[in-house]
């Protein structure tokens, strides 16, 4: 539909066709699920040079086949574009607080948790105020919520997000910049940011064994962040060549399948928290 009257496009290939039906498919599962509880999170964590848990990241799946099979990677974009992630966003963060609620409540230790947003959500009005009245709902003190946004969203009204996180900082939230690398964000402009956080995006990661340049990337990354007193997490982290060489790079945090793949609350539990209940 948006094509139309475009004149840009006037021949639509069969692919183009399948990609715009399943557009739809997806946005109309989406809304679906969103009505009938057919979401959930599973939860990634993020280690210390250690080998603790440090965080964990809050991750949306599909309960029902369809969107299982398509994928946050897929159907999150539709959602973005369809103006449904404001509401999804919405779900993940509550589901997120009341698992995090549960865990604390059972005496369970209880780290920081990291929540991914988009820009449509950041710049709602009553942004700020629904986050906060989420957290105090469930007694959670902001200082354990990460915010991960892309450098992509801050390609959008600058001083506006700005404002918003400057307020969610204040308010002890932190944020994060999730695939840090691969957009075109400015050492002057996330300066100006209340971000505690570069998350190295996985794609420098996973070239770290055969790439110098990927190596050089992540060296310069760790180095910004030394002198912006920034936390790196780097993430795709798939062999334990990755993790010797990070360190050496003067990475400290880590995510990724070698690690730990993303965990059901149940299985995570059963991780992280086992003979640890006293
Ligand atoms: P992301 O925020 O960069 O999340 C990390 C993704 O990398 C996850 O994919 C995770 O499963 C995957 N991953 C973790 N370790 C490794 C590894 O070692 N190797 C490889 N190849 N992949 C690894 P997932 O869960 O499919 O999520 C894809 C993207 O969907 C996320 O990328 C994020 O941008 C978006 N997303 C997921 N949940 C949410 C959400 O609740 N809200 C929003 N706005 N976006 C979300
Ligand atoms: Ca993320
Ligand atoms: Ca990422
Ligand atoms: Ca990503």
Redesign the pocket.
Known sequence: AKRMGGGRALMTTDEQAGEEESAVNIESALRDALQTGGLE??Y?PIFDATGRFARV?????GRGDYLRKV???AF?PV??ESGL?VS??RW?LEEACRQMADWRERNLPVFDFA????AR?LVQADYTDSVLQTLERYGIPPALLHL?L?ETTLMGDFSAMARIMKRLSEAGVLFSI??FGTGYSSLARLSELPISTL?I??SFV?KLLESEAAVGIVRAIVNMSRHLRLEVVA????RPEHIKLLLALGCHKF????LS??LSPEALEAAAFAGDTA
Do not use: C, H, W
Not at 57 to 61: G, N, P, Q, S
Not at 235 to 238: I, K, Q
């Open positions: 999170l599973v990634q990241e809050a991750l949306v799946r994928g946050p990677g999150i959602a973005e992630i999804l966003g993940v929540v991914n947003i988009s959500q991960e892309t999730d695939d998350k995006d996985r996973m993430e795709g982290v798939e995510q990724g399948f070698y793949r993303p």
